[in-house]
């Protein structure tokens, strides 16, 4: 997916919101992570639902490439992201060292496949609530 084919739809659909992005310069993170697939964050996004469709995302935090966008009914299932990130791990032939999320219910069993699957390792699981940083 290029910068323009996901540029073109925020035009059309969120005028407001890429105009008040333009009117400010966004400040990034600065990442101390040497490579992709070590740091990835995943969300979801539930303003469409009531055209019937939410979305679900993860991005890698080095690269800041798309790793899965998912569009479905509901972004609360979490087998449906557990499939997700089990296709993404098979994918890469890896587990990410730390995912980040938030404490919403569909992220329930990617904890737990995160802290699985990367048991023998020292596994980070980051869970935002309100920018406070916890670690499961």
Not at 1 to 12: G, I, K, V, Y
Not at 23 to 47: E, F, Q
């Amino acid at each position: 997916m290029t910068q323009e084919t996901t540029r073109l739809p925020l035009n059309a659909l969120g005028t407001d919101g890429v105009a008040l992005r333009r009117s400010r310069r966004i400040i990034r993170r600065r990442y101390r992570y040497a490579r992709p697939n070590y740091l990835i964050h995943t969300d979801g996004y539930n303003k469409q639902k009531q055209y019937g469709f939410a979305v679900h995302a993860a991005i890698d935090g080095f690269s800041r490439k798309v790793l899965w966008l998912c569009v479905g009914n509901s972004k609360n299932n979490p087998r449906m992201l557990a499939k997700l990130f089990i296709d993404y791990v098979k994918r890469i032939g890896g587990v990410p060292k730390i995912v980040r999320a938030d404490r919403g219910t569909e992220n329930v069993f990617l904890r737990h496949l995160q802290i699985a699957l990367r048991s023998y390792h020292d596994s980070l699981y980051i869970s935002c609530v309100l920018c406070l940083n916890v670690t499961w």
